[in-house]
């Protein structure tokens, strides 16, 4: 099959995993190694390698389910909060090519960080880089 990812193999049940939702856009499975326990993985049922491929209205469905996906983990897991977030292309760590949402439980004190260093701009750089983003 064109395509085929280990996500197309779960969903076809070749690959076995934990599945905890599923609908005709998406499914939301355990990830095998969590960030946190209860890390689930919102996956589109078509494969498009990231989000700049899918059509909008897939992405509007697969946030959707990223929230109740949230509020099921703050309701069972007591979570205090999620990370909430995609890696986007391989450059941005992205493992396997096929659109997924990571939503990961996070609790006061966990000891996790948010994940990134930050950098820093010269003076007068971040003004001229926004002129460059700014969408009119
Ligand atoms: P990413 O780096 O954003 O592509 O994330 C891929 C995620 O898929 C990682 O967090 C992996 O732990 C997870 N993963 C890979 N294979 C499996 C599997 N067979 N079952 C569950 N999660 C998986």
Redesign the pocket.
């Known amino acids: 099959m064109a395509n085929e990812t280990?996500?197309t193999?779960?969903d076809q049940g070749i690959?076995?995993?934990?599945k905890i939702y599923n609908d005709d856009k998406c499914f939301v499975?355990?990830?095998?190694?969590?960030?946190v326990k209860g890390?689930c993985?919102v996956i589109s049922k078509e494969v498009r390698p990231t989000l700049t491929d899918a059509p909008e209205d897939l992405v509007q469905h697969m946030i959707l389910v990223a929230r109740k996906i949230d509020a099921r983990l703050r309701e069972v897991l007591k979570c205090d909060g999620t990370n909430i977030?995609?890696?986007n292309g391989p450059a941005?760590?992205?493992?396997?090519?096929?659109l997924?949402i990571?939503v990961i439980p996070r609790y006061e004190n966990d000891g996790r960080k948010a994940g990134f260093a930050h950098d820093s701009y010269a003076d007068g750089e971040m003004a001229e880089l926004g002129r460059r983003l700014e969408i009119k």
């Open positions: 280990v996500f193999k779960i690959i076995p995993s934990v499975i355990m990830d095998i190694n969590p960030v890390h993985l977030m995609i890696n941005s760590g992205q493992e396997v090519p096929h997924h990571h």
